[in-house]
């Protein structure tokens, strides 16, 4: 990206703006995938703290283990 000689010189031009404009956009949505992303990262660390049959097919085959009195 060739932004520099602008900031050099103290001005700004039409291009040099919507240059600026389009990183601001993309960097807002890499910004909103990696949310997606820690979000789906968030969900996998619950469910293997906390695993259920519903995520777990290893304790759904199982059979159901006696709960010690």
């Known amino acids: 990206m060739q932004l520099l000689p602008c900031v050099d010189r103290g001005e700004s031009t039409p291009e040099s703006f919507a240059l600026l404009l389009a990183e601001r956009d993309r960097i807002t949505a890499q910004l909103a995938e990696l949310e997606a992303v820690r979000g789906r990262l968030e969900q996998v660390i619950a469910i293997t703290e906390h ?19």
């Open 51 to 69: 695993p259920t049959a519903e995520h777990c097919p290893a304790l759904r085959d199982r059979p159901a283990e006696p709960v010690a009195a």
